[in-house]
Nanobody, 123 residues
Framework: QVQLVESGGGLVQAGGSLRLSCAASGRAFYAMGWFRQAPGKEREFVAAISWSSGRRYYADSVKGRFTISRDNAKNTVYLQMNSLKPEDTGVYYC??????????????????WGQGTQVTVSS
Protein backbone atom coordinates (compact mmCIF):
# COMPACT_ATOMS: atom_id res chain seq x y z
CA GLN A 1 0.00 0.00 0.00
CA VAL A 2 1.41 3.35 -1.06
CA GLN A 3 1.67 5.97 1.63
CA LEU A 4 2.94 9.53 1.55
CA VAL A 5 3.01 11.09 4.99
CA GLU A 6 3.76 14.79 5.36
CA SER A 7 4.86 16.54 8.52
CA GLY A 8 6.41 19.80 9.62
CA GLY A 9 3.70 22.34 8.93
CA GLY A 10 2.73 25.02 11.41
CA LEU A 11 2.35 28.70 12.13
CA VAL A 12 5.29 31.02 11.53
CA GLN A 13 5.82 34.75 11.23
CA ALA A 14 6.75 36.35 7.94
CA GLY A 15 10.48 36.00 7.34
CA GLY A 16 10.64 32.76 9.28
CA SER A 17 11.43 29.21 8.19
CA LEU A 18 9.83 25.79 8.21
CA ARG A 19 10.91 22.40 6.96
CA LEU A 20 8.38 19.95 5.60
CA SER A 21 9.02 16.22 5.33
CA CYS A 22 7.34 13.58 3.21
CA ALA A 23 7.98 9.92 3.99
CA ALA A 24 7.15 7.60 1.08
CA SER A 25 6.47 3.88 1.33
CA GLY A 26 4.85 1.05 -0.59
CA ARG A 27 6.71 1.26 -3.90
CA ALA A 28 9.48 3.06 -5.73
CA PHE A 29 8.90 6.37 -7.50
CA TYR A 30 10.83 8.31 -10.10
CA ALA A 31 10.20 11.81 -8.85
CA MET A 32 8.52 13.65 -6.02
CA GLY A 33 6.82 17.00 -5.89
CA TRP A 34 5.44 19.54 -3.47
CA PHE A 35 2.25 21.44 -4.19
CA ARG A 36 0.19 23.90 -2.18
CA GLN A 37 -3.37 25.08 -2.12
CA ALA A 38 -4.65 28.28 -0.58
CA PRO A 39 -8.33 28.74 0.31
CA GLY A 40 -10.39 29.43 -2.80
CA LYS A 41 -7.47 28.80 -5.13
CA GLU A 42 -6.32 25.95 -7.31
CA ARG A 43 -3.54 23.63 -6.26
CA GLU A 44 -0.24 24.99 -7.51
CA PHE A 45 3.19 23.53 -8.11
CA VAL A 46 5.97 24.45 -5.69
CA ALA A 47 8.96 22.19 -6.35
CA ALA A 48 9.94 18.76 -7.62
CA ILE A 49 12.97 16.48 -7.50
CA SER A 50 14.16 13.34 -9.26
CA TRP A 51 14.89 10.46 -6.89
CA SER A 52 17.82 9.16 -8.93
CA SER A 53 19.64 12.28 -10.15
CA GLY A 54 18.51 14.84 -7.60
CA ARG A 55 17.58 17.19 -10.44
CA ARG A 56 15.35 19.96 -9.08
CA TYR A 57 12.65 22.18 -10.51
CA TYR A 58 11.04 25.16 -8.77
CA ALA A 59 8.13 27.48 -9.28
CA ASP A 60 9.31 31.04 -9.91
CA SER A 61 7.48 32.23 -6.81
CA VAL A 62 9.71 30.18 -4.49
CA LYS A 63 13.08 30.20 -6.27
CA GLY A 64 15.85 31.34 -3.97
CA ARG A 65 13.71 30.83 -0.85
CA PHE A 66 12.70 27.16 -0.92
CA THR A 67 14.93 24.12 -1.32
CA ILE A 68 13.74 20.61 -2.12
CA SER A 69 15.95 17.68 -1.20
CA ARG A 70 15.74 13.95 -0.72
CA ASP A 71 17.21 11.24 1.47
CA ASN A 72 17.14 8.04 -0.55
CA ALA A 73 18.03 5.86 2.42
CA LYS A 74 15.02 7.15 4.34
CA ASN A 75 12.69 7.43 1.31
CA THR A 76 11.98 10.95 2.48
CA VAL A 77 11.70 14.23 0.63
CA TYR A 78 12.10 17.59 2.32
CA LEU A 79 11.05 21.13 1.56
CA GLN A 80 13.08 23.75 3.37
CA MET A 81 11.17 27.02 3.30
CA ASN A 82 12.99 30.22 4.20
CA SER A 83 11.99 33.88 4.08
CA LEU A 84 8.37 32.88 4.26
CA LYS A 85 5.69 35.31 3.14
CA PRO A 86 1.97 35.48 3.99
CA GLU A 87 1.22 34.44 0.40
CA ASP A 88 2.98 31.12 1.08
CA THR A 89 0.08 30.18 3.36
CA GLY A 90 -1.82 27.06 2.36
CA VAL A 91 -2.06 23.32 2.64
CA TYR A 92 1.11 21.73 1.33
CA TYR A 93 0.89 18.36 -0.38
CA CYS A 94 3.54 15.84 -1.22
CA UNK A 95 3.06 13.91 -4.46
CA UNK A 96 4.78 10.99 -6.20
CA UNK A 97 5.38 10.41 -9.91
CA UNK A 98 5.74 6.80 -11.00
CA UNK A 99 6.19 7.57 -14.71
CA UNK A 100 9.33 9.60 -15.31
CA UNK A 101 12.58 10.71 -13.70
CA UNK A 102 12.08 14.26 -15.00
CA UNK A 103 10.61 16.44 -12.25
CA UNK A 104 7.40 17.98 -13.59
CA UNK A 105 4.98 20.69 -12.54
CA UNK A 106 1.47 19.63 -13.65
CA UNK A 107 -0.52 18.05 -10.82
CA UNK A 108 -1.90 15.54 -13.35
CA UNK A 109 1.59 14.08 -13.72
CA UNK A 110 1.51 12.72 -10.18
CA UNK A 111 -0.08 9.42 -9.22
CA UNK A 112 -0.10 9.50 -5.44
CA TRP A 113 -0.74 12.26 -2.92
CA GLY A 114 -0.29 12.79 0.76
CA GLN A 115 -2.94 14.10 3.10
CA GLY A 116 -1.47 17.58 3.31
CA THR A 117 -0.01 19.72 6.06
CA GLN A 118 -1.06 23.27 6.90
CA VAL A 119 1.42 26.12 6.65
CA THR A 120 0.31 29.50 7.93
CA VAL A 121 2.51 32.58 7.63
CA SER A 122 1.40 35.58 9.64
CA SER A 123 2.29 39.13 8.69
Amino acid sequence: QVQLVESGGGLVQAGGSLRLSCAASGRAFYAMGWFRQAPGKEREFVAAISWSSGRRYYADSVKGRFTISRDNAKNTVYLQMNSLKPEDTGVYYCAADSSTVVPRSPPQAYDYWGQGTQVTVSS
